[in-house]
């Protein structure tokens, strides 16, 4: 793909593009209307497809100490998510899509404008090669149902972005977790031996994806700044692969706790914390900072959203 380089990792927007805030419900969800689970979105840059959520048996390991087996004890104190949240529906266990606003009226609004008017999207479809990317289809359940989204701690899956701090912390409540005070999540990811960066105290590129090259918004639009809510940004790939990775899939950006580690925390997506002025940590993976541990953003409200923003838990 020719590509479109820019190296500005903003994730902001513009007014118009923010819009409303959640509509996440407190209350139960009907019933699905015909009881069977839709497939799942195509990813479009993994081979093993279908394989969209694994079961926890799966990915991860067996329970060591106080904390559940998908978290990483830190010194005895909390517990936080090895992995950054995927998200599934509270109250039926299916997978939600990783490429939308977690919620029924933003998936349905979102996927309606991307797909519904293209002319309309002319200037943000980008070129004739970035337009071949199709929009991921949400499960059709998403579309029609409310529901309340849970976040799930998992190795080699796509983390779910599009994300605000609200959803955020409501996905971890129905975990039974919370999110993570800042100084929780500074001290899980500079490790045991309280290194500035997960690997060490010195920035080595491409250790966590964090700073990468390219932007997914230059790439599909032509420029950084805009189409912040495209679902197709997470789907972008350069020359050295996906930009956002699959949970896990780096073994040197790990923070170390005993013989356990934590994943992620620096790069692939900025990650939400307990903080009522919305502050969201970590950098993403087209953020060029080179801050590691005390990567920070706070120029955001907690409704904000877009495809950088994700979250894992504390307990």
């Not at 993570?180 to 920035?203: I, K, M, Q």
């Not at 990775?245 to 939400?272: F, H, K, Q």
């Amino acid at each position: 793909m020719a590509v479109v380089v820019s190296l500005g990792g903003c994730t902001c927007e513009t007014e118009a593009e923010r819009g409303p805030s959640s509509d996440v419900s407190p209350v139960a969800p009907p019933p699905d209307v015909d009881g069977t689970a839709p497939p799942l979105p195509r990813r479009l840059y993994l081979p093993d497809a279908g394989r969209v959520v694994r079961s926890e048996a799966e990915t991860t390991p067996p329970a060591l100490g106080r904390c559940p087996s998908e978290m990483v004890d830190v010194a005895g104190e909390f517990c936080i998510d090895r992995y950054e949240a995927s998200f599934i529906d509270h109250d039926r266990e299916r997978p939600v899509s990783p490429f939308f606003h977690p919620t029924r009226a933003r998936t349905r609004s979102s996927y309606a404008e991307w797909r519904a008017e293209p002319a309309a999207h002319a200037a943000l479809l980008g070129g004739p090669a970035a337009r071949p990317l199709e929009v991921p289809a949400p499960p059709d359940w998403q579309l029609r149902e409310a529901f309340r989204p849970r976040a799930k701690s998992l190795a080699g899956v796509q983390p779910q972005g599009y994300l605000n701090g609200v959803v955020a912390r409501a996905a971890c409540e129905n975990a039974g977790k919370r999110l993570c005070l800042e100084e929780e999540w500074v001290r899980a990811c500079r490790g045991e031996l309280d290194r500035s960066y997960p690997y060490g105290d010195t920035y080595e590129a491409g250790v966590c994806n964090v700073a990468r090259e390219n932007h997914p918004a230059a790439i599909l639009h032509g420029n950084a700044s805009v189409g912040h809510r495209d679902p197709r940004l997470n789907l972008v790939e350069d020359g050295s692969g996906p930009l956002l990775r699959p949970t896990g899939s780096l073994p040197r950006c790990t923070s170390r706790w005993g013989d356990d580690a934590i994943y992620d925390m620096v790069g692939n997506l900025d990650e939400w914390i307990d903080d009522e002025s919305g502050v969201f940590v970590g950098g993403f993976y087209a953020r060029q900072t080179e801050a590691g541990c005390a990567a920070r953003i706070g120029a955001h409200p907690l409704e904000y959203y877009d495809y950088s923003l994700g979250v894992r838990c504390c307990a």
